[in-house]
């Protein structure tokens, strides 16, 4: 008996551990990304969410200046982002990603 009440106290320490986690630090994050101007304000602050270095962030923008309409300014940042790129181009698959990124200037008109 004694062994169920230790469990069922470590279970509701996890519990409480989670429910912690969720309220200080997951549900601030959805509320600062939850559209397209909080994602363009606070995108600085969670880069580290990239943890894969995808590039998540910058061809985002791109992608949210354009459907705002603001299509100079999606040109600019993916302009920059692109000469980043080729200027890294011997590292670990910039080749094959400056590929992708020819394809989407095409694709979004960027040509």
Not at 38 to 55: A, E, F, P, T
Request: negative net charge; glycine residues 6%.
């Amino acid at each position: 008996m004694n062994n169920d009440t230790e469990y069922e106290d470590r279970v509701e320490d996890v519990i409480s551990d989670i429910c912690d986690i969720l309220t200080n630090n997951a549900f601030p994050l959805f509320a600062n990304l939850d559209s397209r101007e909080k994602i363009l304000q606070n995108m600085g602050r969670y880069k580290n969410l990239d943890s894969m270095y995808s590039h998540l962030w910058e061809l985002m923008t791109v992608f949210i200046y354009g459907a705002r309409g603001e299509i100079e300014k999606a040109k600019q940042i993916f302009d920059e982002y692109y000469n980043d790129v080729k200027k890294d181009i011997d590292g670990p698959g910039s080749r094959g990603h400056l590929g992708y990124l020819d394809e989407l200037a095409k694709e979004l008109n960027f040509e």
